[in-house]
């Protein structure tokens, strides 16, 4: 993938639908953009209830199918074949539009949620997940290359706070929710009850998507795919599923599949991934490094806050789940701050400082494993870490789509999702291979319903992730291509 350096005619869109929409007056919900936005925010909300519900039904399912030990994977199958998604949906939404992408995404987003949700045994269930990333995987590029095409420049931050608004109510809700209907009907109800409702807002935003971003872009090729593309993108899952594979069991011979897994992904990463992402080379680079770092460290950490806090603390899985409840609001706070038209010379400064309170906030999370404690710690800590990752997770959207041309915008989407989606697993196999080896794999039904049990296993989880995010503050000093 090439690298464009920003110019001043590379930070608009120049597509039809663009410059016939710069126009027009008023804001994401005027005019033409009424249906278009509420349509595509509905998928994100649908998307966000569903994230925040998985995330409070994850222990009692891991238990029931007698998956604790893999627990990581159940997340990380997700993320792993998102990868795959995400390449594929970089080369259909510039050549073709996006419209099948997304269309196609959400199908296969619904049906591994029913996978789940029936399934009998922790290796079906890891496979719905996997099924679902890979619609995901589809379904977030396609609307990152919406959003590019059929906004101009002025809304998009509007259009990017508005998705990170979405988590607010989902937030709240969705844990309990899912709590009361995980405790009181059965957790798989949690999975299957979401799909139908995706119906109404695909009706509202497909015309208009239709009539403002369909088709390929100027200037994008057309033709067939790039088969290259495709096979780094296989190459990219496989690998990262082969080192996951390995890292969950801590045996001699997982070294196989970790060397296999390794071969085949560093080539394709830095295939698929701008030139010198991995030295964060000012510019685009940075700002695609940046995304992975940030939410890989942030997700990780995450993913075994209600598991600590029902293994450690005694919680149900509604209050587990509830202890993140306000982080929705604040991620939404932080990611309306980057929108606003006044803090726009300031972006980068507040990028930095949203990546030392992510790393902060994990820091403080395994504090709670101290009796004395109290367990709302966790709650004010990640409410903070949420707000840092509203700044940074939405600014680094709009820094990517200001700093690529309109036929690259699918292709550097993928290149940013792909940088997330892989951190994401990298960084909890990581952080699972730790768990396990401390112990944490060991929990078993009565260590669920009881506190104290392996401490060390989740604070090796937790103090890596916050350096981790550490050296994103670092890497926001890189975000913009110094001045020739």
Not at 23 to 49: K, T
Not at 96 to 123: D, K, N, Q, V
Not at 179 to 202: D, K, N, Q, S, Y
Not at 445 to 461: I, R
Request: hydrophobic content about 55%; aromatic content about 8%.
């Amino acid at each position: 993938m090439t690298t464009p350096e920003p110019r001043d005619t590379d930070l608009v869109d120049t597509s039809p639908a663009s410059s016939a929409s710069e126009l027009e007056d008023g804001g994401v919900l005027q005019g033409p953009y009424r249906s278009l936005s509420i349509g595509i925010v509905s998928v994100v909300l649908l998307i966000a209830f569903e994230a925040t519900a998985v995330g409070t039904a994850m222990p009692v399912a891991a238990r029931e199918l007698d998956g604790v030990a893999v627990y990581a994977f159940a997340f990380s199958a997700f993320f792993t074949t998102s990868l795959f998604g995400m390449v594929l949906a970089g080369q259909w939404s510039d050549r073709r539009g996006p419209l099948g992408s997304l269309t196609a995404g959400i199908a296969a987003f619904a049906a591994g949620l029913l996978l789940s949700g029936t399934a009998g045994a922790m290796w079906l269930f890891i496979l719905g997940r996997a099924v679902q990333g890979f619609g995901g995987g589809l379904v977030i590029v396609a609307l990152y290359v919406v959003v590019g095409r059929a906004y101009p420049e002025r809304l998009r931050p509007a259009i990017m706070a508005a998705f990170a608004a979405c988590w607010v109510i989902p937030s709240v809700v969705g844990p309990l929710a899912a709590g009361a209907v995980t405790e009181h009907i059965g957790w798989r109800w949690v999975f299957v009850g979401i799909p139908v409702l995706v119906v109404f807002p695909l009706a509202l935003a497909l015309p208009q998507i239709r009539r403002l971003a369909s088709g390929p872009a100027d200037g994008a090729d057309p033709g067939p795919f790039d088969r290259r593309r495709i096979r780094l993108a296989l190459g990219i899952s496989l690998g990262a599923g082969l080192l996951q594979y390995a890292a969950q069991d801590l045996r001699w011979f997982s070294a196989v599949p970790a060397v296999a897994g390794a071969a085949l992904l560093v080539p394709a990463v830095l295939g698929l991934l701008p030139k010198g992402t991995y030295r964060a080379a000012r510019g685009l680079p940075s700002v695609v490094l940046l995304r992975g770092v940030a939410a890989g460290s942030f997700i990780a950490a995450e993913s075994f806050v209600p598991l600590m806090l029902v293994t450690q603390r005694g919680l149900s899985p509604t209050l587990a789940g509830f202890s993140l409840a306000a982080g929705g609001g604040t991620w939404a706070l932080g990611s309306w701050v980057q929108s606003r038209p006044r803090v726009e010379p300031y972006r980068e400064r507040l990028m930095t400082a949203g990546m030392v309170v992510v790393a902060a906030s994990i820091a403080a999370a395994p504090s709670v494993l101290i009796e004395a404690v109290p367990v709302w710690t966790v709650a004010v800590a990640w409410a903070f870490g949420c707000f840092g990752m509203g700044l940074v997770i939405s600014s680094s959207s709009v820094l990517l789509l200001q700093l690529s041309r309109p036929e690259e915008a699918g292709s550097n989407s993928a290149a940013l999702q792909i940088s997330d989606g892989l951190s994401n697993v990298v960084l909890l196999a990581a952080g699972g291979a730790a768990f396990a080896a401390l112990g944490g794999g060991t929990v078993t039904h009565t260590a669920m319903e009881a506190s104290g049990s392996h401490p060390a296993a989740f604070a090796a989880v937790f103090l890596p992730m916050a350096g981790v995010a550490l050296v994103g503050a670092w890497v926001t000093t890189r975000l913009r291509a110094v001045s020739e």
